[in-house]
């Protein structure tokens, strides 16, 4: 294994903060070296976390974790800040026994600021950080959530998204558009006028301009509202996909090289002086670094052992050969039924390779939903297939049900975390007793709703 110089020294992102801007291209690339020696072994998911390295490393360069917080959406991209938070020599035993999760946790790390591990949850929870600094009256601490493009189509994000608008909190939302889903484009003029938007003295003119305007009794509403109008409309058509997010009363900032370090420290210390709700669009390219993992981005998001070299994927022996996998049989099924039956539909949440939709899929396009990361969505689309006479399969990994009823696992994640601190001071009756309760308070509880 390399020898990692800079990344040797980095045990949190105090550490971090101590080395010259000139010195993080570097990192960045000692970071991602590092996480594909370590996955490339040991196993993990690879593609996310290689692709924001650098936002990663810019993210903890600017902000001051744990006293600012980080809200990794789904958390399969976050090794990156796992290693800079005090957790690279113990790296290796990510995802096993007796090692660290996967996932952000709050009881394994201060630096993890809520425990993830679906999707589209990230802004909610960031928002509800934000409410209470703000009640709190920490209005110089940060919150930042950092969503994907792929989670934004999952409809919590958006209810979080909607919601924060009408809060005006100090929340900052990354979105990490690796698959070019919202805007292909990235040119000079786009992260040009993105700079001047975040930049100190455009802001100050504008606020200063926008306080005198209100002073003005009689026009000064509705000039004020004119100019909105027309930043708006200025930046609707340079910037092409800023009014959803300017819509909600976000600032949009974006979109931005996700690879250029230099611009995303630079940017991200603009965007701390900026109150209230804002979006930063970065534009990043799954697997960077292994052209491998950059071309097939599916295969290496958790390809399992592979030598890092040629991206060959190591086979596990098998003494016998294995039947095949359930949801090959249903999709190869579900395609003779729908070949018999013109009315049968097929529905899936953005996971048509993991249930093997995408057999029939292939075959009839016409016939294949995949209604992104919207379980509760699927459900119910299918039902209103049902009721016009279609007969509608809907298919969806049973983990990824619970994200119809995701408060509950946040809920359970928060309490395992709480019980391990309660564990570790209280003595063993007291700690017996203080669960008995939560138990009983739970039974409770369950029986009242099914009264209801």
């Known amino acids: 294994m390399p020898e990692y110089k800079l990344l040797k020294t980095i045990d949190s992102p105090d550490d971090l903060k101590k080395l010259d801007k000139d010195q993080l291209f570097k990192v960045c690339g000692e970071l991602r070296n590092f996480i594909i020696d370590i996955v490339s072994v040991h196993t993990g998911h690879l593609g996310a976390s290689l692709g924001v390295v650098e936002l990663t490393v810019a993210l903890h360069y600017i902000f001051s974790s744990p006293k600012d917080k980080i809200v990794w959406d789904v958390g399969h991209q976050a090794y990156g800040h796992k290693i800079l938070t005090g957790r690279r020599d113990v790296f290796y035993t990510n995802r096993k026994i007796g090692g660290i999760s996967g996932f952000p946790r709050m009881c394994e790390s201060e630096h993890d600021a809520f425990g993830t591990g679906h999707a589209s949850t990230s802004i909610s929870a960031a928002l509800g950080m934000a409410a209470a600094q703000h009640l709190h009256k920490k209005n110089n601490d940060h919150v930042v959530a950092v969503i994907g493009d792929g989670s934004l189509t999952g409809g919590m994000a958006f209810e979080g998204l909607n919601n924060a608008g009408t809060l005006n909190t ?54 004020q509202r004119y100019v909105q109008k027309v930043e708006n409309a200025i930046k609707s058509f340079l910037l092409k996909q800023s009014n959803l997010f300017e819509s909600l009363n976000f600032r949009y900032f974006g979109p931005v090289d996700g690879h250029d370090i230099k611009h995303l420290v630079k940017i991200l210390e603009d965007l701390k002086q900026i109150p209230g709700p804002k979006v930063l669009h970065v534009i990043t390219k799954k697997g960077k670094g292994l052209p491998f993992a950059e071309e097939e981005q599916t295969k290496y998001h958790a390809p399992g052992k592979f030598d890092k070299l040629t991206g060959e994927i190591f086979k596990v022996r098998e003494e016998s050969p294995k039947p095949p996998k359930f949801q090959d049989v249903f999709g190869h099924t579900l395609l003779e039924i729908a070949k018999e039956n013109p009315n049968v539909v097929g529905i899936t949440p953005a996971m048509p390779s993991g249930s093997s939709l995408n057999i029939m899929m292939e075959a009839m396009p016409h016939r294949t939903y995949d209604v992104g990361i919207a379980e509760a969505h699927a459900v119910t689309f299918s039902a209103g297939l049902a009721t016009q006479g279609m007969v509608p399969f809907c298919n969806i990994y049973s983990f990824f049900c619970y994200s119809i009823l995701t408060y509950v696992t946040i809920f359970t994640n928060f309490l395992s975390c709480l019980m391990e601190k309660l564990k570790k001071i209280l003595s063993g009756e007291l700690f017996n007793f203080f669960t008995n309760i939560i138990v009983l308070f739970s039974v409770v509880l369950i029986f009242f709703n099914q009264i209801d």
Request: aromatic share 6%.
């Open 170 to 223: 100090n929340l900052l939302v990354v979105v990490n558009d690796n698959n070019m889903a919202i805007d292909p484009n990235v040119g000079a003029l786009k992260e040009y006028l993105a700079d001047i938007a975040a930049s100190k003295a455009y802001n100050k003119v504008k606020n200063d301009v926008w306080n005198v305007l209100g002073t003005l009794s009689k026009i000064g509403p509705n000039a």
